[in-house]
């Protein structure tokens, strides 16, 4: 009787209308997060904030809005469907899309300011757009036929584009365009950034503007080197047969070059890059009088990066700073010259924490602007005014994102000044001059709210508070949400491991329960962080699962002791750390043991298969998709980089491929693959499906028609989704929710 009467006042007590999450909800409008922005950028003149938005019938069709300072109100600015009805995107802008991570999304994907703050140049559907603040409705047709990577000239005389492999500006005073090259064609770019620098070097662009508008330095590189992989892409209704150059671990990668192109005359010239030809060239930028081009070279082992100073006017060079590594060196985007004095900001791991060093344009040392054991994850803005440098870091807990203040003349380098305040996850976006900024603000149970904010951090003004009332997307949900508890394990070495758990819904400490261990554990990616955003985590904890992430040695945003432990063996350290997890979960009273399953994609794929063949008596299941299961058979730069080339490393090379574990893999095994994949390519789940047949081992498998990497369709999401949760629940009997 005590029982029924506590569950007549637990049901009397539930909020009306509360409801669990579905799948079907969690891939429909509008999206639960509430109405996100994207892209946001604070205007010239600072006297608007604008941002891209999703419809609320549809999240994936984005479009410009702004939020004005004066009057503290959001509006639409140019609705992408009024502007371009029927967008087609061309091969290479969905090329580019699936670099950029954004090939699900349709409308405006980017823009940029003019420098006097007065038009915004918007790409859309091929064509080029220049938009009048003061009259969005009249956009201007500026160019047509494809373009890509569009940009405003600093001073804001030229609109320059790439068009078929070649690179073009408009003259905005006279509306001439001229074409600045004319031998790009075949497997000759000009001004683009090659497939590895986009996927791996986060590479958006291959031309830089110089600030008085009077030189353009351009990246022309020729792909004949790289060997062709023809694959097929199986759609539902044909297949298409792709010549793709993909350079894999060891292969010729593109032959580069620099030159400066004059954007009046076309007269070009070309930069020496050294007599190394088998190098990369990752960064290039201009000092802020525009007296000099600093290019960035990085050697093809990537234990030397170097940058380099070129005289615009003589073309004669110099080395500034040398990084080596003994592993690998990393590339940044901190290079910040300063306006009011020659010197400029350059960031290092070279204490073995990442920090920041003020120098001068001789290449001397002047100072350490951030110094003390705790690094930054990238510079924001300087405000030399002020003498302030504002970075984001995890200072004050690894598993948040703040931002902090430090004092340009070092004289605060341990001890920033902390700017956002709420514990969590902070994503900042500052005015150039550093005198507000945006703040997007997001914890595992408030999702994103954005004020504008004095840098201070006082408050200007919501810009979306997004607060989670009843009439909030997630409103409904939000009385079965769980909460998100976090901690620390220690990997073998001593380092600390940390980790995050949901409990199952209606959760009893007296009953053990299946674990769903989701996994990502490669390098340049943070699993375990306090933000918002982890809705199929949140689905399978009320499906009656515990939910539980760690990150393994060699995830980012920590030190390089501690990265450095997966060189030359990927998947050795991230195993055993992972298995220190699994081994810490079969520990707990609530924990069935005999019902852990592993999930991962992409790299995370990689870490399922590699698990299931380690320790398949301790995983009941598994689900893998998209895996490398080869490294040789993934790209130059990010392979080689974690495990040098493979003449260099064929131990390496075998041990950390998944076909020398086979043998262990015992446990019910799901593979999973996107047919169209220009990623990790189809090759790597049709080998392992060989592998495994040979072997006599039984799995099942999903192939997706036309789908890349990321199955990024909303329907594919759906399907992918409910076959991964139908698997756990088929193998570990399921929760109950």
């Known amino acids: 009787m005590r029982f029924i009467l506590c569950f007549l006042a637990a049901l009397a007590s539930a909020p009306a209308g509360a409801e669990r999450l579905t799948l079907e909800r969690i891939h429909a409008d509008p999206a639960l997060a509430g109405p996100g922005v994207r892209n946001l950028k604070v205007s010239p003149d600072g006297a608007r904030v604008t941002f891209l938005r999703g419809r609320p019938d549809n999240q994936f069709q984005l479009d410009l809005w702004e939020f004005n300072l004066k009057d503290k109100r959001a509006h639409l600015l140019v609705d992408s469907t009024a502007l371009v009805p029927n967008e087609t995107v061309s091969e290479q802008e969905k090329a580019r899309r699936e670099r950029d991570r954004t090939s699900s999304l349709n409308g405006i994907l980017s823009y940029s300011w003019s420098p006097d703050g007065k038009q915004l140049l918007v790409p859309l559907g091929g064509n080029l757009y220049l938009v009048d603040v003061a009259k969005p409705d009249a956009a201007r047709l500026v160019a047509a036929g494809n373009v890509l990577d569009p940009k405003i000239s600093p001073k804001g005389r030229y609109v320059s584009f790439v068009r078929e492999q070649n690179l073009f500006v408009i003259d905005l005073e006279s509306g001439r365009e001229r074409q600045l090259t004319s031998d790009g064609a075949g497997t000759v770019h000009n001004a683009e950034a090659e497939f590895v620098a986009q996927e791996e070097m986060g590479q958006r662009t291959g031309y830089y503007w110089a600030p008085d508008d009077s030189a353009i330095a351009y990246k022309r590189y020729d792909e004949a080197p790289v060997p062709v992989v023809r694959r097929f892409e199986i759609f539902a209704d044909r297949t298409d047969v792709v010549e793709q150059r993909y350079p894999a671990a060891g292969d010729p990668n593109v032959l580069v070059q620099l030159l400066i192109v004059s954007p009046e005359t076309g007269a070009r010239r070309q930069v020496e890059l050294g007599a190394e030809q088998d190098i990369y060239l990752v960064r290039a930028d201009w000092s802020a009088n525009g007296k000099a081009l600093l290019f960035q070279r990085q050697t093809r082992d990537q234990k030397r990066l170097e940058l380099v100073s070129v005289d615009a006017a003589t073309l004669a060079q110099r080395v500034l700073i040398t990084e080596t590594s003994k592993t690998w060196v990393s590339i940044h985007d901190d290079l910040r010259f300063l306006s009011g004095r020659d010197a400029f900001i350059w960031s290092s791991e070279r204490s073995g924490r990442n920090h920041?060093?003020?120098?001068?344009?001789d290449g001397r040392l002047l100072h350490p602007i951030s110094s003390g054991e705790w690094g930054i994850d990238n510079v924001l803005a300087v405000d030399e005014k002020a003498g302030r440098v504002f970075v984001a870091s995890n200072r004050d807990a690894v598993i948040d994102k703040q931002t902090y203040a430090l004092?340009?003349?070092?004289?605060t380098a341990d001890q920033p000044a902390r700017i956002t305040q709420g514990d969590g996850w902070h994503d900042a976006a500052f005015a150039r001059n550093g005198e507000v900024f945006v703040d997007t603000f997001s914890d595992p149970d408030t999702p994103p709210q954005v004020s504008i904010r004095r840098p201070d951090g006082s408050m200007v003004g919501w810009l979306e508070q997004n607060a989670l009332s009843a009439e909030?997307?997630?409103?409904k949900y939000q009385a079965n949400h769980l909460p998100t508890e976090y901690g620390t394990l220690k990997a073998a070495d001593g380092q600390s491991l940390h980790y995050s758990l949901l409990k199952p819904a209606k959760f009893n400490p007296f009953k053990r329960y299946p674990v769903f261990l989701s996994t990502y554990g490669g390098p340049h990616a943070q699993h375990v962080a306090r933000r918002w955003g982890n809705h199929f985590d949140q689905y399978m904890a009320q499906q009656g699962y515990v939910v539980f992430r760690l990150d393994n040695r060699g995830s980012s945003r920590r030190e390089r002791v501690f990265t450095d432990a997966i060189y030359r063996n990927l998947g050795a350290a991230e195993v055993a750390d992972q298995l220190v997890g699994i081994d810490w979960l079969g520990r707990q009273s609530f924990v069935d043991a005999k019902r852990i399953g592993v999930f991962g994609?992409?790299?995370?794929?990689?870490?399922?298969?590699?698990?299931?063949?380690a320790a398949s008596d301790k995983i009941a299941t598994g689900v893998s998709v998209a895996p490398v299961t080869d490294w040789a058979l993934y790209d130059t730069h990010y392979t080689e980089q974690f495990m040098d080339a493979p003449k260099n490393n064929v131990a390496g090379y075998q041990s950390a491929g998944v076909y020398a574990h086979l043998d262990g893999l015992r446990s019910p095994l799901l593979l999973v693959h996107g047919m169209a994949d220009d990623n990790v390519l189809f090759t790597n789940t049709t080998r392992m499906i060989d592998a495994l047949?040979?072997?006599?081992?039984?799995?099942?498998?999903?192939t997706y028609p036309g789908?890349?990497?990321?199955?990024?369709?909303?329907?594919?999401?759906?399907?992918?989704?409910?076959?991964i949760e139908a698997f756990f629940k088929k193998n570990l009997g399921g929760g109950q929710p």
């Open 356 to 361: 920041l060093y003020l120098y001068d344009l």
């Open 472 to 475: 909030h997307p997630y409103g």
């Open 601 to 613: 994609w992409s790299y995370g794929g990689f870490m399922t298969l590699r698990l299931l063949a």
């Open 407 to 411: 004092a340009l003349d070092g004289g």
């Open 707 to 723: 789908a890349k990497h990321g199955i990024s369709s909303r329907a594919g999401q759906r399907h992918v989704y409910a076959t």
């Open 693 to 702: 047949v040979n072997r006599g081992i039984h799995f099942d498998l999903m």
